[in-house]
């Protein structure tokens, strides 16, 4: 059974950067898609962005200018980094992993618990 | 940004049927783009429901179903049970935002 594990800091202050790592287990990073989504207090999920086992990238446009989604396959690892965070960014951050039916029709078929990300001074 | 919008919140009698609908355009569900739908129990994580319009991953319970019709999709609860509240979220492609996956606003299921 795949698991997915967020971990990072539970505070961070404004206009510094957020940094959080997923941990894969019970299963390979490689040859697959992974994804970061938020969801702000009471609010519904926002993708961020993915990121493919070989590295390639893609961004919510809303997000593009501030977020990095990186990966390593050795550490069965993926992590987010956002840029100049403000209030709006607090929120629950979940990686999550892509599956596929009919291309371009992605879903996420496997979810980490989510960690809950503060930004306050 | 929520591009997919679904109504607030809808409530059944246990047993009822209910209906959650998903309304999009043609960037997106009317584009012909699958839709997949979530679960969220109270405090934890999203959980995959339904993938591809209408296809449910192994251990949900078959009284979970999607639909697709132009550019809205629909989940039916057929039978609500008190363990079905929770809130629910449709989910697709959108080729006009770069290629960014969408959700929906959210519904909150109640049991009454």
């Known amino acids: 059974q795949v698991q997915l594990q967020e971990s990072g800091p539970g505070l961070v202050k404004p206009s510094e950067t957020l940094s959080l790592t997923c941990t894969v287990s019970g299963g390979f990073i490689s040859g697959y898609y992974w994804s970061w989504i938020r969801q702000s207090p009471g609010k519904g999920l926002e993708w961020i962005g993915y990121i493919y086992y070989r590295g390639s990238t893609h961004y919510n446009p809303s997000h593009k200018s501030r977020v990095t989604i990186s990966i390593d396959t050795s550490k069965n690892q993926l992590s987010l980094q956002l840029n100049s965070v403000t209030a709006a960014d607090t929120a629950i951050y979940y990686c999550?992993?892509?599956?596929?039916?009919?291309?371009?029709?992605?879903?996420?078929?496997?979810w980490g618990q989510g960690t809950l990300v503060t930004v306050s001074s | 940004q929520s591009v997919l919008m679904q109504p607030p919140s809808v409530s059944g009698a246990p047993g009822q049927r209910v209906t959650i609908s998903c309304t999009g355009n043609?960037?997106?569900?009317?584009?012909?783009?699958?839709v997949h739908w979530y679960q969220q129990l109270p405090g934890k994580a999203p959980k995959l429901l339904i993938y591809g319009n209408n296809n449910r991953p192994s251990g949900v319970p078959d009284r979970f179903s999607g639909s697709n019709f132009g550019t809205s999709a629909s989940l039916v609860i057929t039978g609500l049970q008190a363990e079905d509240e929770a809130d629910y979220y449709c989910q697709s492609y959108d080729k006009s935002l770069s290629g960014s996956k969408v959700f929906g606003t959210g519904t909150k299921v109640t049991a009454l």
């Open positions: 043609s960037s997106n569900i009317g584009g012909g783009y699958d």
């Open positions: 999550a992993r892509e599956a596929v039916v009919t291309a371009p029709s992605y879903f996420f078929d496997y």
